[in-house]
């Protein structure tokens, strides 16, 4: 497997997403010889998972089932161990859509924090494309270069360790595309600049307050962007469920007379924890001229 390209057996060394149920879910590292707990009993790697394939239901020594997963940026990004606060999918997809990412795209990305958007990046720009990422923290740096070698991306990532704000992507007028998600993204503007191609570009940046965003804004404009747009978006999820409604007892005077009991309705109901605020998302394009 790799977050790439999709494959149909599980083999040693593979990311797998061990899934229990409605919301529950973990990712394993598939070892020869390994073992690993749930609440339904052990799972033994070379026995339940290697040679399987993806999407498999593997009963556990408790007699209890769990579902085996292929890996997706999508669901690592709801298992991926936090280092950093990160970018949830419903952001993900915007931004993706408004960088207008393809394969083949060339994206620069600071800070990387915990991959989270850089695996999605990854998965859109290959197989031609190559995203780099800098990130000043040392060993959010070197783990995130860990994880890209283990989910087998590596060859569509290079990890920088600097400071974006002083030393820029490392790269000069080769992208396509640039993402900020650090806390002083108006200090990047010129170097985002720099790193686009000549012919232009799209920048994001995805900033938590306002005045980040106000003072992103003027630099962007002091930079020579155009088209500069700040959006937020809110998720509202549904559970679809079957209501049961009684019938009002009307007293028998209606002719003819409504069925009595209960009626059952499918609906629509908004969950209870609605996630809020993010952040916000500006985007911008570099001029050509
Ligand atoms: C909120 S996290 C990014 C999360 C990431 N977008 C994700 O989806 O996982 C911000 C990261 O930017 C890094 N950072 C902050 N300022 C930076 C700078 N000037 N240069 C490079 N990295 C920076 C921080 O160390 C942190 O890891």
Known sequence: MSFVEYEELIKEGDTAIIFLGHGSMFPVQVQRGAQTQTKYGVIRHSAHLIGQP????????????????????????????????????????????????????IVCESGTGSGSLSHAIIRTVAPTGHLHTVEFHQQRAQKAEEEFREHRVDRWV??????????????????DAVFLDIPSPWEAIGHAKDALKVEGGRLCSFSPCIEQVQRTCQALTEHGFIEVTTLEILLREYNVRTANLPMPDLGGALDPLPVLGEAQFKIGVPLKETVGHTGYLTFASKNLF
Not at 64 to 93: A, F
Not at 158 to 175: E, I, L, M, P, Y
Request: glycine fraction near 8%; proline fraction near 6%; aromatic fraction near 8%.
């Open 54 to 105: 993806f999407g498999s239901r593997v009963t556990c020594s408790k007699g209890g089932w769990v579902y085996v997963l292929h890996p997706t940026p999508e669901l690592w990004t709801l298992n991926l161990p936090h280092r950093t606060q990160i970018l949830y999918s419903t952001d993900i997809s915007i931004i993706t859509m408004m960088l207008e990412l393809k394969p083949g795209s």
């Open 158 to 175: 290079t990890v920088r360790n600097q400071d974006v704000c002083k030393n820029g992507f490392g790269v000069s007028h080769v992208a």
